[in-house]
């Protein structure tokens, strides 16, 4: 088992730039979840998948976010135009059913630093 | 708003010293669940509690759900330096969020 697969691990990248996020979750999980992580404001859901289908994106800063699951095999954040104040560690996760009676698989993040 | 208020938010011990953390919250849970997050890594869960009251052990660390489903508890006896770590709590309301966690370093 390969576990939730992000990249890039790290991105440096200047205001106004577009970046693009990548995960691959578990083989089989369902579920796909997008997380935020700053010192300031803990973990943040950004927004949730089920079967490919977007669920909740009320977490979703503004308009400049993006999420899509074109497939089972991977999603993507897109931030654009990126701002300096968007600088965190981005994390994706998946799981097999809904709720937290399955648990949620982490992948290891990406430290998106905007200048 | 934190839905869920975890506290302390630092706690920094000697090894062989025990420690409770709190998760606190005005809702009511179906599920509760405690993950640790290491330096670079994503968080990995340690335990998923569902009944009122129930405690649940995982070598050094107990966890207790609260009889009313809105709080939690997280008890480590005898911490060692391999217990650091930040410590979240995550309740089932419908969505998956989490608290801000509790940042612990035990040193030797």
């Known amino acids: 088992d390969a576990g939730v697969i992000q990249s890039p691990r790290h991105e440096v990248t200047e205001m106004g730039q577009e970046v693009t996020l990548r995960c691959k979750p578990i083989?089989?999980?369902?579920?796909l979840f997008w997380y935020r992580q700053t010192m300031m404001r803990g973990l943040e859901l950004l927004i949730y998948?089920?079967?490919?289908?977007?669920?909740?994106d009320s977490g979703m800063p503004e308009d400049r976010f993006s999420a899509k699951m074109p497939n089972a095999s991977f999603s993507t954040l897109k931030i654009q135009p990126s701002e300096p104040r968007d600088s965190a560690v981005y994390f994706c996760?998946?799981?097999?059913?809904?709720?937290?009676?399955?648990?949620?698989?982490f992948g290891n993040g990406t430290r998106l630093t905007v200048t | 708003t934190q839905l869920l208020e975890q506290s302390p938010q630092f706690l920094s011990i000697q090894e062989g010293e025990n420690l409770t953390v709190y998760c606190n919250s005005s809702?009511?849970?179906?599920?509760l669940q405690w993950y640790r997050q290491e330096p670079g890594e994503g968080p990995v869960l340690l335990v998923t509690?569902?009944?009122?009251?129930e405690v649940k052990k995982l070598k050094r660390l107990t966890f207790q759900f609260g009889d009313a489903r809105k709080d939690s508890s997280l008890h480590i006896t005898a911490a060692q330096p391999g217990d650091t770590g930040l410590y979240l709590c995550?309740?089932?309301?419908?969505?998956?969020?989490f608290g801000a966690g509790t940042r612990l370093t035990v040193k030797p």
């Open positions: 995550a309740g089932d309301n419908n969505d998956m969020r």
């Open positions: 996760a998946s799981s097999l059913g809904q709720g937290l009676v399955s648990p949620l698989h």
């Open positions: 809702s009511v849970f179906s599920s």
């Open positions: 509690v569902v009944t009122g009251g």
């Open positions: 083989s089989g999980h369902d579920y």
């Open positions: 998948f089920n079967n490919n289908v977007p669920i909740d």
